[in-house]
């Protein structure tokens, strides 16, 4: 039986019509690349940072690398959705969990767990990939809310981040989805 198709037909890009209402691919280069441009990381708290990579407004979740140069305890907050972490520097652990997130290591956090999340002074920098979906809802030591970010919230800090340091607010736009 003879074929038409060429034999190396994988090798070829899709030619047919694309779907409709599809966003656009997203692509942030270098993101390994911890010491880039400063203006790049907003200010979250004292000597604490994220670089925005994906911000899913239609999905509620956010994607980012938290930097934090400090030790001592940075948050305690409640999950509202699932939350995906990937350890790039340092390590970090949650007081409630016997278990360490180390450089090169993953963590999966459900929906509402809730831990208090702890550098330890042996740790000069940690970086951390993070997709959140939903929302962090601050607690203090008895669960009681105290605050929340989310991907609006996220944005919304970025934008006059961004604005401040002369990139303008507008360069926030690449991350939305």
């Given at each position: 039986m003879t074929s038409s198709a060429p034999p190396d037909q994988h090798a070829l890009a899709y030619?047919?019509?694309?779907?409709?209402?599809?966003?656009e691919d997203q692509v942030v280069p270098d993101v390994l690349t911890l010491n880039c441009d400063e203006r790049f990381w907003v200010p979250q708290s004292d000597q604490v940072w994220f670089r925005p990579l994906l911000f899913s407004v239609s999905?509620?979740?956010?994607?980012?690398?938290?930097?934090v140069r400090k030790s001592?305890?940075?948050?305690?907050?409640?999950?509202?959705?699932?939350v995906h972490a990937t350890v790039l520097k340092g390590r970090w652990h949650y007081l409630e969990h016997p278990w360490w997130a180390e450089q090169g290591s993953y963590a999966f956090e459900p929906p509402g767990d809730i831990h208090t999340l702890e550098v330890p002074e042996?740790?000069?920098?940690?970086?951390?990939?993070?997709?959140?979906?939903?929302?962090?809802?601050?607690?203090?030591?008895?669960?009681?809310?105290?605050?929340?970010?989310d991907v609006f919230s996220k944005i919304q800090k970025a934008k006059e981040h961004y604005e401040k340091v002369g990139l303008g607010a507008d360069f926030v736009n690449q991350f939305i989805r």
């Open positions: 030619r047919g019509q694309p779907l409709p209402n599809i966003l999905q509620g979740y956010f994607v980012n690398l938290l930097r001592g305890i940075l948050s305690r907050h409640r999950h509202a959705g699932p042996d740790v000069e920098e940690m970086v951390t990939m993070f997709h959140v979906t939903g929302a962090y809802i601050y607690v203090d030591v008895d669960g009681n809310p105290v605050g929340v970010e």
